[in-house]
């Protein structure tokens, strides 16, 4: 009987150490896109003449390069029709412009031209709320545990209709923590950001990066965010999220669309260190 036990155990044991083995699936290959990061950022205190383009592709799923594009040709212009050409630098895929004139409330117009193909998109600067360090109040035993330490950012909000994004980056070696959030119900009250980390030590030294984004974009990040957290946390059973579009139109061909998003933001940057 017990023999009998212990065999009925080891291939027990075996069955699941089986389970183990990695199985990679021939999957489909698509047609690759272009994919645009073209986030105009204007922090405070700079001219913000400096501005920087990244075009790649998308690539197969077990790939681990990220394809970047060459000989594109990309610029912007404003509603007086001011141009600004971004030329690419000694990295491949990464367009660099050092003369560009952001203005708050003005309209800009992308425009890339790639493989015969033209991308626009159309989008206005958005301003921001400086972030005081004195508006940081730290917890100490916030978390499931209890014992994580917890910031949150205070900002007085104008009276108008704003919109806000914010990038968490601790110095803990991982990826930024991003969040949005409008005043369509408390525009011109106060509002606040929170971020905890279970890694967070004593010292640890936090770069806080505000924005004012337009309410398209805030809509965008929103649903970006939301479907990085359900693959991060929800359920390996869900559905698979469909494509977020973003605002970049092929005037040329439209079902061969870009992925990404074009955005102006001023923003504002801040560090606090755990103490």
């Not at 040709?73 to 971004?86: D, P, R």
């Not at 545990?145 to 803990?172: T, W």
């Not at 957290?229 to 579009?245: E, H, I, K, N």
Request: aromatic content about 12%; overall charge negative; hydrophobic content about 35%.
């Amino acid at each position: 009987m017990k023999i009998s036990k212990y065999i009925s155990l080891i291939v027990f044991t075996l069955f699941f150490l089986s389970c183990e083995e990695v199985v990679n699936v021939d999957l489909e290959t698509s047609k690759p896109r272009l994919v645009i990061d073209a986030s105009i950022n204007w922090q405070k205190g700079t001219d913000g003449s400096f501005q920087k383009i990244i075009l790649s592709t998308t690539t197969d799923f077990y790939g681990n390069l990220v394809p970047k594009v060459s000989d594109a040709i990309v610029s912007i212009k404003n509603s007086e029709n001011a141009s600004w050409t971004f030329s690419e630098g000694q990295n491949a895929g990464e367009y660099l412009c050092d003369d560009f004139t952001p203005i708050i409330g003005e309209t800009y117009t992308l425009t890339i031209v790639y493989n015969g193909e033209t991308f626009t998109a159309t989008e206005t600067m958005q301003s921001v709320i400086a972030i005081n360090p004195d508006d940081i109040r730290q917890k100490n035993d916030a978390g499931f545990s209890g014992k994580d330490y917890e910031i949150e950012v205070y900002f007085k909000d104008p009276i108008a209709e704003n919109f806000y994004m914010v990038k968490f980056m601790p110095e803990i070696n991982k990826s930024p923590s991003f969040q949005v959030i409008g005043d369509m119900f408390t525009n011109g009250n106060q509002k606040s950001w929170r971020f905890s980390d279970e890694d967070l030590k004593l010292g640890t030294n936090i770069v806080i990066t505000h924005y004012g984004i337009s309410e398209a974009y805030y809509n965008y990040m929103n649903k970006i965010i939301s479907i990085a957290s359900s693959s991060a946390g929800g359920s390996p059973f869900q559905t698979p999220p469909a494509t977020v579009r973003g605002n970049i139109v092929n005037s040329t061909d439209t079902a061969n669309y870009a992925l990404g998003y074009f955005s102006l933001s001023e923003v504002d940057v801040t560090n606090y260190v755990i103490q």
